[in-house]
């Protein structure tokens, strides 16, 4: 019983030393989250990255406060979906209504001609840009803030992950975002329409059905498909994150 208090005590102690400093620490703005995106939308016209790491709710209530939000946004990187793989993803699956809503309105908006923004990460790219357990178990057994945090908040997800993926960790939500700080990994991509099914007839509700061709009566192909991405770049920037 000492033996599992202490151990207690010991992950308690590398939760709070692993915390970040309350200087490093921002509070929350006030307000709702897609009013606060259309806000910053519109102060910074054409230069603002929004990177969707879950359900979209919020991404689909913006596009209805502002219809031309598709053309104030430099890029919407979104991870979701199986890609090319199929099947139902959680970020989909958790709100397809709002996946629906958000790919619609961008491509209308590339239908008039602008540019589109909305790129795509999906599982199947995740699941070839797996992230090696070695270098993995390298990097949290650095004496380092981060690594300890890093370690602190994964140590009981690493063990069945490892069970399953025992080739690598697929890092899907920091894949995205390495793709939206640095566009160049991507090795390879492709144009594609994406329809999101709702109602699971056809299909499974949250399912993202890609048409290269351009969608039922020519839709526009307005979504950017990752397809592959330079995993040594890949690695080197979430080395570099964590020192």
């Known amino acids: 019983?000492?033996?599992?208090?202490?151990?207690?005590?010991?992950q308690q102690h590398m939760l709070a030393s692993a915390?970040?400093?309350?200087?490093?620490?921002?509070?929350?703005?006030?307000?709702?989250?897609?009013?606060?995106?259309?806000?910053?939308?519109a102060e910074h016209d054409g230069l603002?990255?929004?990177?969707?790491?879950?359900?979209?709710?919020?991404?689909?209530?913006a596009l209805k406060l502002d219809p031309f939000l598709?053309?104030?946004?430099?890029?919407?990187?979104?991870m979701g979906s199986g890609g090319e793989n199929g099947g139902v993803e959680f970020n989909f699956g958790a709100d397809p209504e709002s996946a629906k809503v958000v790919f619609d309105k961008f491509s209308a908006a590339s239908a008039t001609g602008?540019?589109?923004?909305?790129?795509?990460?999906g599982l199947d790219v995740t699941d070839r840009s797996l992230f090696p357990?070695?270098?993995?178990?390298?990097?949290?057994?650095?004496?380092?803030?981060?690594?300890?945090?890093?370690?602190?908040i994964t140590e009981q997800c690493v063990?069945?992950?490892?069970?399953?993926?025992?080739?690598?960790?697929?890092?899907?939500?920091?894949?995205?975002?390495?793709?939206?700080?640095q566009p160049g990994i991507v090795s390879s991509?492709?144009?594609?329409?994406?329809?999101?099914?709702?109602?699971?007839?056809?299909h499974v509700a949250g399912m993202a059905i890609l048409d290269g061709k351009g969608g039922k009566g020519g839709k526009a192909k307005s979504v950017q498909l990752i397809t592959g991405v330079d995993t040594n770049a890949f690695y080197a920037m979430c080395m570099r994150g964590l020192e």
């Open 189 to 202: 991509s492709k144009q594609v329409h994406v329809e999101v099914e709702v109602q699971g007839s056809d």
């Open 159 to 181: 063990p069945d992950t490892k069970s399953y993926s025992p080739q690598g960790w697929p890092l899907a939500d920091p894949l995205a975002v390495a793709v939206a700080l």
């Open 114 to 121: 602008q540019p589109s923004s909305l790129k795509l990460v």
């Open 1 to 10: 019983m000492h033996g599992g208090t202490r151990h207690l005590h010991d």
């Open 19 to 41: 915390r970040p400093r309350p200087s490093d620490v921002r509070p929350p703005l006030p307000g709702a989250a897609a009013s606060k995106l259309v806000e910053c939308a």
């Open 133 to 152: 357990w070695l270098l993995w178990d390298s990097v949290v057994q650095r004496d380092t803030p981060k690594a300890r945090f890093l370690q602190a």
């Open 48 to 61: 603002l990255t929004v990177v969707a790491l879950g359900p979209l709710t919020n991404i689909a209530l």
């Open 70 to 78: 598709p053309s104030r946004l430099k890029h919407l990187v979104i």
